[in-house]
């Protein structure tokens, strides 16, 4: 049957058809079982299917789906508000709940110039991120985003006032024998110079994703990054604002990434792991500063979307906080983090074309290269990721593709971010799977 859903591929071969998911296994029209190695693109923290967020769903449904955000609140969107800011590190005080990533930056980036309008700083009106980045891809996420691949035909398009430093990146970006302490001062020189540049009063935020998803794949910085470049931001005047779209919401072991960097973030913006999948949401979160600037100020937030606040979203993502917490799954984030990257290790450790594996907590990336660690990346027309992603796809592994796109410098990765309710065996059927399908395609490549 041809289908009229506009996919991202409209011509080659169809991909499947998803009918439905349990725990880790999405099952398609043929029937086959496909383990969801990375929640999509870090999206599912729950897998699929769990009882307890459908439950509380249809609840809702069945209650109220929707109700307009400038009429009216609802008891879920307030709730989850209360769990996300309420009982929460750092001092966060205000949530406003969107449909996802791209929306909650562009909601962050207004939210940030209303804060400067509101404090008398009309001038500050330029961000600054880095290049080894992704941040959305509605235009102006994308314009501070430092992915060249996903900029690059919307060049022309995007405003000016971005600029980008050199991103955190102890794996590709370290100079010879530089240490972490070296190269975080190096880094927050070169962000200095960048304020310094941009004029005095003029950035209005710098916005950085606490650990790398999609562009770089799971990649932490380095020691102290994150309380230098607070201390530069404080030095200027400008709000620091961490993107946890891919990296929050537990992800990486703590509800929040930057509680394992030692700094609070003025603003910060989450969602795959926030609704798990289960309702399309994400959320802005503003630590106090930001929220009394708007109280005293024109007392609300100068920006909609027609579905900001959903109440069955925020059902679905109060459900599915509540589940995390209930069931402590942060400790088997923890627990089975550290088995897939030891797992990772015996499959991959001295393999010719595997270059590096890291991450954090249950986001996971495994670099290739042709020459091993420390060797050249696989050209990008071998679109290496890509092949991997559909040879696991026919070995019932689904896993997520990043394309080398810094400078040259970074290879193709592949991300795996399994559910957080994992469990040993499921780990082990991964990397044998992820294993098969990287020696398969990386023999191909370096044949051709
Ligand atoms: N920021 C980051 C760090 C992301 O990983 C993504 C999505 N990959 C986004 C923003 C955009 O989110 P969405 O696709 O939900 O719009």
Excluded at 309 to 331: F, K, M, S, T, Y
Excluded at 405 to 434: F, S, W
Aim: net charge negative.
């Amino acid at each position: 049957m041809t289908s009229h859903v506009l996919h991202r591929r409209l011509s080659g071969p169809p991909i499947p058809r998803a009918v439905s998911a349990s725990g880790l296994i999405i099952t398609d029209s043929d029937g086959r079982e496909v383990i969801d190695a990375s929640g999509g693109a870090a999206v599912s923290c729950l897998g699929h299917g769990h009882p307890r967020v459908v439950d509380a769903i249809c609840r809702q449904a069945g209650k109220l789906a929707y109700a307009h955000n400038s009429f009216f609140t609802s008891e879920p969107a307030e709730e989850l508000a209360d769990l996300l800011v309420g009982h929460a590190p750092g001092n966060l005080a205000t949530a406003c709940f969107v449909a996802g990533g791209s929306e909650a930056m562009e909601t962050a980036l207004k939210l940030v110039r209303q804060y400067h309008l509101e404090t008398g700083q009309p001038d500050r009106v330029h961000f600054i991120a880095r290049r080894q980045s992704y941040h959305g891809n509605s235009l102006g996420a994308l314009a501070l985003s430092g992915n060249v691949a996903r900029r690059a035909a919307y060049a022309p398009m995007l405003p000016r006032n971005f600029s980008h430093v050199s991103p955190a990146d102890p794996v590709h970006g370290r100079l010879a024998g530089e240490d972490d302490a070296a190269m975080v001062a190096r880094l927050a020189a070169e962000l200095e110079a960048e304020f310094e540049r941009v004029g005095p009063g003029r950035v209005a935020a710098f916005c950085a994703e606490t650990v790398v998803g999609a562009t770089a794949g799971a990649l932490a910085a380095p020691a102290g990054y994150f309380a230098a470049i607070r201390r530069v931001c404080d030095r200027h005047g400008a709000l620091l604002v961490l993107d946890e779209v891919m990296c929050g919401m537990g992800r990486t072991g703590t509800t929040h990434a930057w509680e394992q960097e030692a700094v609070t973030p003025d603003v910060q913006i989450v969602a795959k792991g926030l609704g798990g999948g289960y309702q399309p949401i994400g959320a802005v979160l503003a630590g106090a500063r930001v929220a009394q600037a708007i109280a005293n100020g024109s007392g609300s937030l100068m920006h909609g979307f027609t579905y900001m606040g959903h109440p069955l979203a925020c059902a679905a993502a109060l459900a599915v906080q509540r589940v995390i917490a209930e069931d402590r799954l942060l400790d088997n984030v923890g627990a089975m983090g550290s088995l897939l990257m030891r797992t990772l290790s015996d499959r991959f450790g001295g393999h010719p074309r595997v270059a590096d594996i890291r991450g954090r907590g249950l986001l996971v990336a495994v670099e290739l290269g042709i020459d091993g660690p420390g060797g050249v990346p696989f050209a990008p027309a071998a679109k290496v990721a890509d092949r991997i992603k559909a040879r696991a796809m026919e070995l019932g592994l689904a896993c997520y593709p990043g394309a080398g796109t810094i400078d040259g410098v970074n290879g193709d990765h592949v991300l795996l971010a399994p559910p957080y309710i994992a469990q040993a065996d499921d780990i082990a059927r991964i990397v044998e799977r992820l294993g098969e399908a990287v020696d398969s395609v990386c023999r191909e490549v370096v044949q051709l």
